[in-house]
């Protein structure tokens, strides 16, 4: 993304060196990292990487990822709709039919407009709702994954300890004989 930056983002301000406030940031984000380490937090930043796609395979970054997204998508899938923003213009004496004119023609277009949004409010509300769902299943089915291995880990370290122990006895009893 920082190669893209220029394309982004054009700054024009002779005195603003845009390299020295990029590494300021970096530093930055450097230094809370290694705070957080220190502190033992497991907190990491997320990176919100656009290049992520379906058939990756997950990660905790990809975790962390998805929550943020879903959590900045509860909190705004609703706040869409417009309010009258209109500003009279002085004009001597048309100026009161046509502000009015204007007031009416903005009212009607706010009108469709916020008809729309609570439509797409609902839309959001479902969309958001499944994702919600998707996203504790699979946190499930990771989660359970991982208690099986570990159960499955446990089976077999009990296992190699049982043939170790069997191997032991059976070097023990050559050795006595």
């Known amino acids: 993304m920082e190669d893209h930056l220029e394309e982004i983002i054009e700054i024009r301000d002779p005195e ?3 390299a020295e406030i990029m590494e300021e940031i970096r530093r930055n984000i450097r230094q809370r990292q290694s705070e957080a380490r220190d502190r033992k937090v497991a907190f990491a930043f997320p990176t919100f990487d656009a290049t992520v796609t379906p058939d990756a395979e997950p ?3 990809m975790e962390r990822v998805l929550h943020h997204h879903l959590s900045q998508a509860n909190l705004h ?3 869409i709709g417009v309010a009258l923003q209109f500003m009279p213009r002085p004009m001597p004496l048309i100026g009161r039919l046509w ?3 204007r007031r009416e023609a903005h009212n009607l277009v ?3 407009v916020n008809t729309l949004a609570a ?7 479902h969309v958001l709702r499944a994702l919600n769902a998707l996203a504790q299943m699979v946190m499930g089915k990771s989660q359970a994954e991982v208690v099986r291995l ?4 446990r ?3 009990e296992r190699v300890a049982q043939l170790e122990q069997r191997l032991y006895s059976e070097e023990t009893d050559r050795e006595g004989e």
């Open 77 to 79: 899938y609703d706040k």
């Open 16 to 18: 603003i060196n845009v």
């Open 150 to 153: 570990e159960a499955d880990l």
């Open 155 to 157: 089976t077999l370290q």
């Open 119 to 125: 439509r797409q409010i609902t839309f959001n509300d």
């Open 59 to 61: 990660t905790q970054e």
């Open 99 to 101: 502000t009015a004119f």
């Open 110 to 112: 706010i009108f469709y």
